[in-house]
């Protein structure tokens, strides 16, 4: 079942988004050349708590940290480490703080200093097509028109959208129904309705949409080895079209 949300209620995770991407923004601008994923970490972690939250990651089915610092080409959910990121890395920061009983969930893709112009185009235009999904997040569309305006802007670049992972219902729980996934044909599945909130996260691959399981349990790795990006947002469905609840509002 898919639990709508009401205007009070989304007020209440709209507090929660701008929490995340506050951090994300303070976190963006912390990355580069000699710093390590755990300090990333450890900021996230003080900063969720000093402002009240709980960093929604940490413990979740044993997820050991409050963010995920997925380099190059680990797609998503990589841990924190001593690893010194690197000019010309790419890395994923994702983030998910719970404030006053409702979950943010966002993520980012950030240069490492300077990049290739092949890594930048990756990341322009996994970004853009989170935007293109968003834009179909409007009363009476249905599920699958979000995850084909996914697939259909990003395959004719030559990249693959991940098919092991998936977008998510979001509310006082992190997953929620409906699965939302980055392919598909349009026009199928629910339609939308006033006061769903989904997490949109498009997971854009280089070469094969193929991807592994580190030993670690966690850590998702592209099969071929070649770059990934990743951007999430927290996103209403209102009567007056999507709001994105984790896009910082000065
Ligand atoms: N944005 C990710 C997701 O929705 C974050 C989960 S990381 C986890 O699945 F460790 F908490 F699982
Ligand atoms: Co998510």
Not at 35 to 52: K, M, P, Q, V, W
Not at 57 to 62: D, E, L, V
Request: glycine share 8%; charged share 25%; proline share 5%.
């Amino acid at each position: 079942m898919i639990i709508t949300k009401s205007r009070a209620e989304i007020e209440k995770m709209f507090k929660a988004g701008q929490l995340v991407a506050q951090v994300l923004q303070e976190l963006k601008a912390m990355v580069e050349p000699g710093i390590t994923t755990l300090e990333l970490d450890n900021y996230a972690e003080h900063r969720i708590r000093s402002a009240g939250a709980i960093p929604t990651f940490k413990g979740y089915k044993g997820y050991p940290f409050s963010i995920c610092t997925s380099v190059n080409e680990q797609v998503v959910h990589a841990f924190p480490s001593k690893r010194k990121l690197k000019e010309g890395d790419i890395i994923s920061i994702d983030c998910g703080a719970t404030l006053d009983g409702y979950v943010g969930d966002s993520a980012i893709t950030v240069p490492v200093g300077k990049i290739s112009d092949e890594a930048a185009k990756l990341l322009k235009v996994t970004e853009e097509s989170l935007y293109r999904a968003i834009k179909m997040m409007v009363i009476g569309n249905r599920l699958s028109d979000i995850s084909h305006a996914v697939q259909s802007y990003v395959e004719p670049f030559g990249y693959s959208v991940v098919r092991d992972f998936c977008g998510h219902g979001i509310g006082t729980a992190m997953h929620e129904e409906p699965q939302v996934p980055n392919y598909g044909l349009p026009g199928r599945g629910p339609r939308l309705r006033e006061g769903f909130v989904l997490a949109i996260e498009p997971m854009v691959n280089m070469g094969t949409h193929k991807v592994r399981i580190e030993e670690d349990g966690w850590t998702v790795t592209t099969l071929d080895k070649k770059l990934s990006a990743h951007f999430e947002h927290t996103v209403a469905i209102t009567a007056d079209g999507p709001w994105i609840l984790t896009q910082l509002v000065s």
